[in-house]
């Protein structure tokens, strides 16, 4: 059982998927029939690790939160549980359940983290409240998680702690530190990293959508198709790769609404809830440059802003109550009104004013 469970993890990172997942499903029911608790809870850890990965996030959550609770029964909670509820944190950000996500958060922080599990659970929070706008806060948990770093996955976790700081310049307003975040990031040589643990097409798509210069798109469309083309993940690819070129193509033609929509329906695919929203945004904002067809850039719109209303996405919500008021597209619902950094210390009566100038008043 203990060599099945290694032997399932090692073929998901080669790209073998389905073969990954047999092997560790049988590791589980060898332990579960010798109870063998830290065998269950470990193949639990890794299955649940691999649907993660690999875009399946409903059936990731319901694996790792079970896993969780039998690890707690037995024992198991601060060895395997904790990772268990990381791996569900992380599927409850892509589906866009992100108060559930929460949840999990805080039971992972109820038990005494250690070693990996205390820089994972500074990335999740920071990419949790820097999605609620609490940017500050972010910050404070992304250099914590770099303090926390050592030397075991290193480069794969400085790698996503990258990502979440380059999501959150992009979400705070700071397209430039944003891209010049992914290029480090991305620049910077790097070890051990397989199909299940290389974030980097995601670092490319933030500096995608930080950017309208059309140099630097086209650059990041060529270095994503130029680790494609070298095998960069020894025969797999990350679950996020399809979506993402799709993504970064649309990126170039932001006035091509047809070719967000079809971005969004290969989000959908896997009920990537962020990811859907802000194709359906990009795809409004195209009708409207477009300049045809405003009852379908409505449309849009309005999934858009309920999804991100819905999940809790600040930054993408406010853009797209900002777009409606430019556009004047009926959202069919009351527009929140948009964050407002502290630091402009505006009166409630200030803002007002602000928002009725930029719609032109």
Same mark, same amino acid.
């Given at each position: ?18 073969? &990954? ?11 579960a ?10 193949? *639990?850890? %890794? ?14 959550? =319901? ?13 198991f909670?601060?060895?395997?549980? =904790? ?32 070693? !990996? ?8 929070w920071a990419?949790?409240?820097? &999605? ?12 914590r ?9 290193e ?17 705070? &307003? ?9 290029? *480090? @990031? ?24 930080? =950017? *309208? ?11 994503l ?13 990350? @679950? ?9 193509? *649309? ?20 009920? #990537? ?6 194709a ?18 409505? =449309? ?18 406010? %853009?797209?109550? @900002?777009?409606a008021?430019?556009g #004047?597209?009926?959202? &069919? !619902? ?8 502290? @630091? ?18």
């Amino acid at each position: 059982g203990h060599a099945r469970n290694s032997l399932g993890s090692a073929l998901a990172n080669l790209g073998m998927v389905e073969a &990954g997942l047999d092997e560790l499903e049988r590791a589980r029911d060898l332990a579960a029939a010798n109870q063998a608790w830290g065998d269950l809870a470990r193949a *639990a850890l %890794n299955q649940g690790s691999v649907l993660d990965t690999a875009g399946r996030h409903e059936e990731a959550v =319901t694996l790792a939160v079970a896993g969780a609770q039998d690890a707690r029964e037995h024992g198991f909670d601060r060895l395997f549980g =904790t990772w268990l509820r990381l791996v569900a944190a992380s599927s409850l950000w892509e589906l866009g359940r992100w108060d559930e996500m929460e949840e999990q958060l805080r039971e992972a922080e109820a038990v005494d983290l250690m070693n !990996i599990d205390v820089v994972r659970c500074h990335e999740e929070w920071a990419l949790l409240l820097a &999605g609620r706008a609490a940017y500050d806060d972010a910050r404070v948990r992304v250099a914590r998680g770099r303090a926390a770093l050592g030397a075991v996955f290193e480069d794969e976790r400085e790698l996503s702690l990258a990502l979440v700081e380059a999501r959150l310049h992009l979400w705070a &307003g700071n397209t430039s530190a944003a891209t010049d975040a992914v290029l *480090a @990031a991305v620049d910077k040589p790097r070890r051990g990293l397989s199909a299940c643990s290389d974030v980097g097409p995601r670092l490319l798509a933030v500096a995608a959508a930080a =950017t *309208a210069d059309a140099s630097m798109l086209a650059g990041l469309r060529a270095r994503l198709d130029a680790w494609i083309a070298a095998q960069r993940w020894d025969g797999g690819e990350p @679950a996020d790769v399809v979506p993402i070129v799709a993504q970064l193509a *649309a990126e170039e033609r932001r006035a091509d609404a047809g070719a967000w929509r079809a971005v969004a329906e290969l989000w959908e695919v896997g009920s #990537r809830l962020p990811h859907v929203a802000y194709a359906r945004f990009r795809e409004a904002e195209a009708h409207l440059l477009d300049g045809h067809d405003t009852d379908a850039a409505g =449309t849009a719109a309005r999934v858009a802003y309920e999804l991100a209303h819905n999940m809790g996405f600040v930054w993408l919500r406010d %853009n797209v109550a @900002a777009l409606a008021r430019r556009g #004047r597209l009926d959202l &069919g !619902i009351e527009i929140a009104r948009p964050s407002v950094p502290a @630091a402009l210390s505006l009166t409630p009566r200030e803002l007002e004013v602000l928002l009725l100038v930029a719609e032109g008043a």
